[in-house]
C-alpha cells in the first residue's frame, strides 16, 4: 500500500512561490511514477506534473511547461513540486499521486494541501 502526504500549501500573495512537497512510502528503485495535479474551486482536476521515481525523467503538460518544476529525492522519498511566481488563477487544492508503470490510472493519491493566493 503505497500512501502519499502533501504538504507546502498556504495563503500567499500574487507573485509568490512555494515548494510543495509530496512524502511517498514508496519503496526506493520500484517502478513508480509520481504526479502532481491541482483542482481549482468549482472546476475539474488538471494534471500538472509527472516524474519518473526511477530514472528522474519528467514530463509536463503544454499548460504547465515552464511554470513549474517537478524533482525527486529519493533518499527522503520525496517529491516536490516548485510553484512558479502565483497568480490568483493558480488557487487550487495540490494532489499528489502515484502510479506503478503498469497502471494506466493513478491508484494512490494524498489529502491535498491548499495553496490560495491572494491578488
Known amino acids: 500500500q503505497v500512501q502519499l502526504v502533501e504538504s507546502g500549501g498556504g495563503l500567499v500573495q500574487s507573485g509568490s512561490s512555494l515548494r510543495l512537497s509530496c512524502a511517498a512510502s514508496?519503496?526506493?528503485?520500484?517502478?513508480?511514477?509520481v504526479a502532481w495535479f491541482r483542482q481549482p474551486p468549482g472546476k475539474e482536476r488538471e494534471f500538472v506534473a509527472r516524474?519518473?521515481?526511477?530514472?528522474?525523467?519528467?514530463y509536463y503538460p503544454d499548460s504547465a511547461k515552464g511554470r513549474f518544476d517537478i524533482s525527486v529525492d529519493n533518499a527522503k522519498n520525496t517529491v516536490y513540486l516548485q510553484t512558479p511566481s502565483l497568480k490568483p488563477e493558480d488557487t487550487a487544492v495540490y494532489y499528489c499521486a502515484a502510479r506503478s508503470f503498469d497502471d494506466t490510472s493513478y491508484k494512490y493519491w494524498g489529502q491535498g494541501t491548499q495553496v490560495t493566493v491572494s491578488s
Open positions: 516524474i519518473n521515481r526511477v530514472t528522474g525523467i519528467t
Open positions: 514508496i519503496r526506493t528503485g520500484t517502478n513508480y511514477y
